[in-house]
């Protein structure tokens, strides 16, 4: 594809989006921008939901990962459905009769305001830093297959593509993101499922053979039981992913924002359900691609690009196939990279809207132009971020920043978990340095697990483990409560 063809798509794109996010957002107040006005209709949320939690890395990396991990990811996502039920049923009841816009409104009912700050900060970190380097992503994308061939410069691009998340996202926040991401979702799957019927078609398979390909596949092995030091072994893969939906959906501002506006609890859980049913299946057919990709290139005899998240994107737009296949890349890229870049932008303009600065003594105009103010700044911060990465050029940053958001999540989980189970008071005050200690110990016992234990490799579970030390100490600051 040429730059302007792809610059076409994109615009094309745009128009659309934006003309969705206007018609939804138009009369969006302070409620309709944090919480949709509690009206969104369930399976509406249960759409967007989808391409909420299937970010622009995902639409990359999981097909190309097949090479290495076959079908282990899997296992994980089987834990996000247990980690969704325990969602719906246990958390999603609670925000409800608490009425909460933000959720580390609970942390400050239930501990004090140390908590609840402490909360809100681990949470800004990480999804300041989580969405900076999914956009990076796809600004370097971008950068490659467009900006680079017109001669315009990185921080050009940046510019752009953050103006765009912020524009579309400013009037409306929730109440137009659920519209968005809907849209989103459908050009996700339907670009998914149309490049797998064209990669079958040019192999000339029928459906019968192409199911059989994937399922005979030696890149399509599913469950590891033989070796725990493995990190594909089933059980660290799917309590891993029981823990990680719990602290990355249910313990996030930006993913349960959407949950919190259905109309009742009820209706929160119907679109969980059939979010993360859902999810699975989309998960199995990028694996699928996945197989079919490296199929496609063994039998044409094509060089496999060093890094595995390049397969997709060069296949696709490479002339391999007619244009179709990489507009709909593009379209599909674009859609999973927008989506999660726009939540995480309102999720952090409400937490620091509600949670940091505080909207208690304010009246709806105050509240509006506090909000927006903070909006901008987020969107400027983000792009500051992004263009940080760029400077560092190392794509090791990448890794780090991942490996920081997991580490932000565990106190939060263990900070829920203790409010939760149990009843007794902690020395509020001295909550920070719980959250502060916690990641700390889990770095230690990452860095010298092999040493210590035999050659063991933490993988995702480390999570787990930073819950379970912020949940000791919280204990250990904690009294009984008063009857």
Known sequence: MTPFSILITLAAYFILLFTISYIAGRKADNEGFFVGNRQSAWYMVALAMIGSSISGV?????????????????????????????????????????????????????????????GAYFFFISKMLGAAVRLFLVCITLQFLVF?????????????????????????????????????????????????????????????????????????????????NDKRYFFKQFFAGIFTMIAMTGLDQDMMQRNLSCRNFKDSQKNMITSVVCQFFIILL??????????????????????????????????????????????????????????ALTALTTSFTVDIIGTKNKNEQQVVRLRQRIHLAMAATMGLVILLFNALNNTNVI?????????????????????????????????????????????????????????????YELLIFNALFTFIGLALLSRRADN
């Not at 932000?408 to 719980?434: C, E, N, Q, S």
Request: hydrophobic share 45%; charged share 10%.
């Open 148 to 228: 680079t061939p017109l001669h315009i410069p990185f921080v050009a691009n940046v510019g752009l593509t953050v103006a765009l998340v912020w524009f579309y996202t400013f009037r409306g926040g929730v109440k137009s993101l659920i519209w968005t991401d809907t849209l989103k979702t459908f050009c996700l799957i339907v670009s998914v499922g149309l490049c797998i019927y064209y990669i079958a078609s040019d192999l000339q398979f029928s459906f019968t053979d192409t199911f059989k390909s994937i399922t005979e596949s030696r890149l399509s092995r599913l469950f590891f039981f033989d070796d725990a």
């Open 58 to 118: 995902t639409y990359v990396s999981v097909p190309g990962m097949v090479s290495t991990n076959q079908f282990a990811y899997l296992q994980m996502v089987l834990g996000f459905v247990v980690g969704q039920l325990i969602i719906a049923f246990v958390l999603t009841p609670l925000f409800y009769r608490m009425n909460l816009i933000s959720i580390y409104e609970y942390l400050e009912d239930r501990f004090g305001t140390s908590s609840y700050r402490t």
């Open 286 to 343: 990028f694996l699928a691609l996945g197989v079919l990709l490296y199929t496609y290139i063994s039998q044409n005899n094509i060089q496999a690009p060093q890094k595995s998240d390049e397969l997709f994107p060069m296949i696709a737009t490479g002339g391999y196939f007619p244009i179709i296949v990489g507009i709909l890349f593009i379209i599909g890229f674009i859609s999973s990279a927008y989506s999660a870049a726009g939540s």
């Open 399 to 459: 890794d780090a920043v991942y490996i920081l958001a997991s580490y932000t999540y565990g106190p939060i989980l263990g900070f829920f978990a203790f409010g939760i189970f149990t009843r007794r008071k902690v020395a509020d005050r001295y909550t920070p340095l719980v959250a502060l200690c916690s990641p700390l110990l889990c770095y230690i016992l990452h860095t010298h697990s092999e040493a210590w234990f035999n050659g063991y490799q933490f993988s």
